[in-house]
């Protein structure tokens, strides 16, 4: 086996097909060992120091190469994010053009109380 990092994509298509040539209540038993106890441990991370959310969706990835449910909450969590991550660009971005008729506050038009 190869140490060359160019040669990710064959090493991917081994380890998948390797996983492929597995019987099936094998390959589930083993995602839903290791997915579950990922998932698990994310849970716990989630109020412990640690990277909770990445342990999460690491372990519905694993869960997601067997199981229909989990491809299913894969896909709703990777909607959810993608809509969080756009509305804070949104919120984060200044107006291009705020309304002219509001009068903006400055040091100039700024009125000095007694």
Do not use: C, Y
């Amino acid at each position: 086996m190869s140490d060359d990092p160019t040669d990710v994509g064959s090493r991917r298509d081994r380890i998948s097909r390797s996983w492929q040539r597995l019987p099936r209540p094998l390959r589930m038993v083993m995602a839903l060992t290791v997915g579950g106890t990922l998932v698990a441990v994310g849970i716990a991370l989630l109020v412990l120091p640690g990277p909770g959310l990445l342990l999460i969706a690491v372990g519905l990835a694993l869960l997601a190469t067997e199981f229909a449910w989990a491809r299913h909450v894969l896909a709703q969590g990777k909607h959810h994010a993608t809509r969080a991550a756009d509305a804070a660009k949104s919120a984060l971005r200044k107006p291009q053009n705020p309304d002219p008729s509001t009068p903006s506050i400055t040091a100039d038009n700024r009125e000095e109380k007694p």
